[in-house]
């Protein structure tokens, strides 16, 4: 993707937080600071198709596999938009985050309706800024769990990035939000905002 550094619109990376656009697509990623800073700009790495997926690597000739194919689900190319909407592997992961949050099932076609989704949650802001720290940790673990599955060999289930996702969630929602919320409620999304 190339980017006119002249222009106001240019893609633009904050040392503070991740803030940009681009004047092909638009793109914007609102940064959480609730959040780890890496996490952000993975966030804005993968809306800019800059994260090393497999796609990526055999551009560059750099071949960890004999294809470029997902490692997950051996199905199609990995791109972003098929690691984290979709890719067989990881459809029953959004489906039981949905049932998590108690709402309808998430469907995505762009990594950018992944990131987006929180803004269409009905609620009040603060428990959209919980589903919006929640959303960017998932595709954190998801990460996670793609880099184990490639360089460890090691297989993740959704039920267990599910997990992951809820205790790291957890943990930045406690630190950063003092939000007052016990294990069981959490893990119910079972409380007041």
């Known amino acids: 993707m190339h980017c006119n550094r002249n222009n106001q619109n240019a893609c633009i990376a904050v040392s503070a937080g991740i803030s940009g656009t681009c004047e092909e697509d638009q793109a914007q990623v609102e940064s959480n600071g609730w959040v780890p800073r890496k996490v952000n700009i993975m966030i804005w790495r993968a809306?800019?198709?800059?994260?090393?997926?497999m796609k990526v690597l055999s551009y560059r000739d750099i071949l960890i596999h004999s294809s470029s194919h997902c490692p997950m689900c051996q199905e199609e190319d990995e791109t972003v938009?098929?690691?984290y909407t979709s890719c067989p592997w990881l459809i029953p992961f959004w489906a039981r985050l949905a049932v998590w949050f108690k709402v309808n099932p998430i469907f995505a076609f762009e990594f950018l309706d992944i990131t987006d989704f929180y803004k269409f949650y009905s609620g009040s802001p603060k428990r959209k800024k919980l589903i919006h720290v929640i959303i960017y940790v998932a595709t954190w673990i998801i990460r996670k769990a793609r880099y184990s599955k490639v360089f460890e060999g090691k297989s993740t289930s959704p039920d267990q990035i599910l997990g992951e996702t809820q205790s790291m969630a957890y943990l930045r929602i406690k630190s950063k939000a003092k939000l007052e919320v016990s294990w069981e409620n959490w893990t119910a999304?079972?409380?007041?905002?």
Request: a negative charge; charged letters at 20%; zero cysteines.
């Open 189 to 193: 999304f079972d409380f007041i905002m």
């Open 47 to 53: 809306i800019q198709e800059r994260i090393l997926t």
């Open 81 to 83: 938009n098929h690691l």
